[in-house]
């Protein structure tokens, strides 16, 4: 069984930097193209960023382009999203997930098989 495990989230001010990290296991981590969805309290779980099976390829929601980067270390075999320029409107539960499709978009809940369990972000103004 595929394991994700997300950290980072916390409390931040509008402005600050975050950067949260999903740590797998029990996967060839390098055959799994990964994604960093969000969900805020009563909207739908969105996905924010994508990344290819190497790290070369990323998409970007139009709500974080230029504020977010997503990243891998295939060594370390863990995800990271970088997130500057925080507003209050990041505040959201952040899940990482991963399957082996890459499909060259972003994509919804229903595309990805293995998910973390999440981590809190909190933005105060």
Do not use: H
Request: hydrophobic share 35%.
């Amino acid at each position: 069984q595929v394991v994700l495990v997300g950290s980072g989230g916390g409390s931040v001010q509008a402005g600050g930097s975050l950067r949260v990290s999903c740590a797998a296991s029990r996967i060839t981590y390098m055959y799994y193209c990964m994604g960093w969805f969000r969900q805020a309290p009563g909207k739908e779980r969105e996905e924010v960023a994508c990344i290819d099976f190497s790290g070369s390829t990323t998409y970007y929601a139009e709500s974080v382009r230029g504020r977010f980067t997503i990243a891998r270390d295939n060594v370390k075999n863990t995800l990271y999203l970088e997130m500057n320029s925080l507003k209050r409107d990041d505040t959201a539960m952040y899940y990482c997930a991963a399957d082996r499709a890459w499909r060259f978009r972003l994509l919804v809940p229903a595309d990805y098989k293995y998910w973390g369990q999440g981590t809190l972000v909190t933005v105060s103004s």
